[in-house]
């Protein structure tokens, strides 16, 4: 779906101008599904106080949380690209049927801590800024999700427990990989979620403990089973047009501000799972943080035919991220 309107994307990218003293110069509209108190929309604030501060207070975000403008995360490169907003925080694994690089960060069991995610990242952002400028966005920074594990009506521990449960999932090697170990998996947007879990459409969530907190899963689902899965990402893109339309005094504010904020979330995540299992635990949510390494194990075999789905579907680029990646965190096949 397209959303160019020339004249919004005109003012977009030449910014919207004030004659009254003190009153930012240039306003962005800036959405995001997710919620306001998640850890992408604390870094979004954080980014948009050092934007203001480094900018003297020339640019300003307006921000919207929770999908308000009513654009999901897979809306969102064609909104940020056709200059329908400025700039968009997204969910990049529903991106995956448009671009395969996309689904990397969610693919399973393949960077299972913290520093295996960064690292991840790191070595695919090259990538990264290749296909968003192919999209007519730059790339200003990642925030990550805590792992990704179960939350449930009960301990999805085992394969017994996962056997025919209603299982969200967010991209399709999420699909693949709980469709294998014996689940009946439906791939939603983060939107349809809330609504799907209070009908019964679904009653099991593939997402981050952090992530059904946000929205009060507690009030659904019982229990959060710690699988480590992946640590999927949201990237931050502003649309070119508006980059070039910049002074380069304005344009190194940005970057200088986003790479603030890229170390704030990352950092962030560092110590948010605890945070969120006591959180979880003060709601009454029992955590799941010891299942047997036979089921892991099991889930990661389903998992390695996703990810060789996934490099075959890549090409040569493929192969080439997950051998670097695998060089810098110094694991085998």
Known sequence: MKYRNIFASTLIAAGVSFSTPGVAQTKWD????????????????????????????????????????????????????????????????????????????????????????RQLYETAKPYYEKIFAKYNQKLLYSSPWPPSGLWGKKPLDSMDALKAVKLRTYDVPGTQTFRAAGAAPVQLSWADVVPQLGTGGIDAVLTSAEAGLSSRFNEHLSHFTEINYASPLNMVTINLDTWNALSPELQQAVTKAAAAADEHTWAAMAARVDQNYQEAAKRGVQVVTEAPAGYRAALSKFGAAALADWKSSMGSDGEAIVSKYRTRVGRAE
């Open 30 to 117: 800036m959405p995001n599904e997710y919620s306001a108190t998640s850890i992408h929309g604390e870094g979004d604030v954080y980014f948009a106080g050092k934007l203001k501060e480094l900018s003297g207070g020339k640019i300003e975000i307006v921000h919207h949380f929770g999908g308000a403008l009513g654009y999901k995360s897979k809306d969102q490169l064609d909104a940020v690209g056709d200059g329908a907003v400025p700039i968009a925080n997204t969910f990049v694994a529903p991106l995956g049927g448009v671009e395969n690089l996309f689904l990397l960060s969610s693919l399973p069991f393949v960077a299972v801590t913290h520093a295996e995610a």
